[in-house]
């Protein structure tokens, strides 16, 4: 079983930052892969930046250059972290933390957390 709790969301003005955190614990393989993902009311989640257990990453177009995503490990927990800079109204979604295992369908979500950026 595997747990993924998120943190880190709140209010904050355009161009102001956040950090958001994730940690998971549980039966987790060393090869996976976490990520962040973002969705809006009424529309599909999408990717918003994601890293492998090898250090390679990913992320989505618009945040590229204003957020950093970076992993860690604290005791027996799996971290995982997205530093958002330079924040828009347009970054405003509920994230949500994930986990797929390598070479599975699996995969894992934590709970929603709400970034709301006011212009």
């Known amino acids: 079983q595997v747990q993924l709790v998120a943190s880190g969301g709140g209010l904050v003005q355009a161009g102001g930052s956040l950090r958001l955190s994730c940690a998971a614990s549980?039966?987790?393989?060393?090869?996976?892969?976490m990520g962040w993902y973002g969705q809006a009311p009424g529309k599909q989640r999408e990717l918003v930046a994601d890293m492998s257990n090898d250090g390679s990453t990913k992320y989505e177009e618009s945040v590229m250059g204003r957020s950093t995503i970076s992993r860690g490990n604290v005791k027996n927990m799996v971290m995982v972290y997205l530093q958002m800079n330079s924040l828009k109204p347009e970054d405003t979604d509920v994230y949500y933390c994930?986990?797929?295992?390598?070479?599975?369908?699996?995969?894992?979500w934590g709970q929603g957390t709400q970034v709301t950026v006011s212009s």
């Open positions: 549980g039966s987790i393989l060393r090869f996976n892969t």
């Open positions: 994930n986990l797929k295992l390598s070479g599975s369908v699996i995969e894992y």
